[in-house]
């Protein structure tokens, strides 16, 4: 509603900004050729396997580092970045991208292999809590929306990557990482502009809406300590099980149902495809019935489709694949804000903490489930993972929160 009188009531009045979709779409975009480079890695394993003779230890270890210099580094920069925000970090952090790409191209042993994964790491570590501030700054109080927005760019990135990998990196070889490398150039003009509007007017919306959070003060410090544990718990679950997923469904497929390397990735490109889906829908229907519902059905949700995964027909292994996609990726969106809600004025380091443990978790369950592949077989993987969704039932204890907008 609009007031047409001055209101005498002492509260302030807050007028959320309209939702600045061009900046959306702009950070979004990047976010796809961002998580494409970065997904190229996974993409060329069985390459990699090939070439450099491999074990699924050491490729779990490959994950591993990539994916915990991420983690580790995020939430620091998100840290910093509410204290000091540095809008040219967005341009900057892609320079780190390219230089692992171009690592990666012309890495013919595994110390090289492990030096371009660290920096693509580093990458990611700057590019995320950055940009998922600027989504928020951007959000214009549909925050779901514009994580959603943000994120999809994300998970279609991620799709595409095995993709190209099937396309050009197979036929090409591994060389050919270097092209895709010049993505990283097309990023850091479109983040220069970004950075730009970060300046001139997202900070001061930032600072708007900080204001008014602190103003709220939703949740008692224990209360929302307890609702961080719980979604990190969940996000624990989604991440490991995505992990054996986006690292190994690849052999999975080839050693079960002795598809070819080109024909299983196409059935990742259809799962990360499903994951970018259920990712669009997450944040907006968390603006609507509330965050915690979607939690908890997209995580608990998967359950059922995953205690089947294991146990499935070629025929069936694609749509169970797709439903656990959809419903799997609902939530990563409604936990990022609803973890920004549980600590207002917070959001790099909430946005580079979560961005930080699912990258880490993913590595370390990448790490792990290589180990138990190689010792028990790649299809025990799937057999243990199909029980991590279970671990959603915490979603019942996350505080309640209401809308603070209309």
């Not at 591993?64 to 341009?91: E, K, N």
Request: net charge positive.
């Amino acid at each position: 509603m609009t007031d047409t009188t001055a209101d005498p009531s002492p509260a302030p009045a807050f007028t959320p900004e309209k939702t600045a979709f061009g900046v959306i779409l702009a950070i979004s975009f990047c976010h796809l050729l961002n998580d494409m480079m970065q997904s190229l890695l996974p993409a060329i394993y069985p390459n990699l396997k090939a070439e450099l003779n491999l074990t699924f230890g050491q490729i779990g270890l490959v994950t591993l580092v990539y994916q915990v210099t991420a983690s580790i580094l995020q939430p620091m920069v998100g840290w910093y970045a509410d204290r000091r925000p540095t809008p040219m970090a967005l341009p900057g952090g892609t320079l780190f991208s390219l230089a692992g790409l171009a690592v990666l191209a012309v890495a013919h042993s595994y110390a090289l292999l492990l030096v371009g994964a660290c920096l693509l790491g580093m990458g990611s570590s700057v590019f995320h809590p950055e940009s998922s501030r600027v989504a928020r700054m951007a959000a214009g109080g549909r925050h779901g929306l514009a994580q959603s927005l943000f994120q999809v760019g994300g998970n279609a990135g991620s799709a595409l990557g095995p993709l190209a990998a099937a396309v050009v990196v197979v036929r090409w070889g591994q060389s050919s990482l270097a092209f895709f490398a010049l993505l990283a150039l097309l990023a850091g003009g479109i983040l220069w502009n970004v950075a730009q509007w970060y300046r001139h007017h997202g900070l001061a919306r930032l600072k708007a809406a900080a204001a008014r959070g602190v103003a709220e003060a939703p949740l008692p410090r224990g209360a929302a300590g307890r609702g961080i544990a719980i979604l990190l718990a969940l996000i624990f679950s989604k991440y490991v099980y995505l992990a054996s997923l986006t690292s190994y469904f690849t052999f999975y497929l080839i050693q079960r149902f002795q598809l070819s390397v080109e024909h299983a990735q196409m059935y990742l490109f259809v799962f990360l495809g499903a994951v970018a889906v259920g990712t669009i829908a997450g944040g907006p229907l968390g603006d609507r019935f509330g965050r915690k519902p979607v939690i908890w059905l997209s995580i608990l949700g998967v359950l059922p489709f995953s205690l089947l995964l294991p146990h499935a027909s070629l025929f069936w292994t694609g749509p169970l694949c797709v439903i656990i996609g959809l419903l799997l990726a609902s939530a990563f969106p409604a936990i990022v804000v609803f973890a920004q809600e549980l600590t207002p004025g917070r959001v790099g380091m909430i946005s580079g903490l979560f961005f930080g443990f699912s990258f880490g978790m993913g590595g370390l369950g990448a790490a792990a489930l290589g180990y138990v592949a190689d010792a028990a077989g790649i299809e025990t993987v799937y057999r243990i993972c199909a029980f991590l969704p279970a671990i959603g039932l915490l979603a019942a204890f996350l505080p309640n929160l209401r809308k603070a907008t209309a």
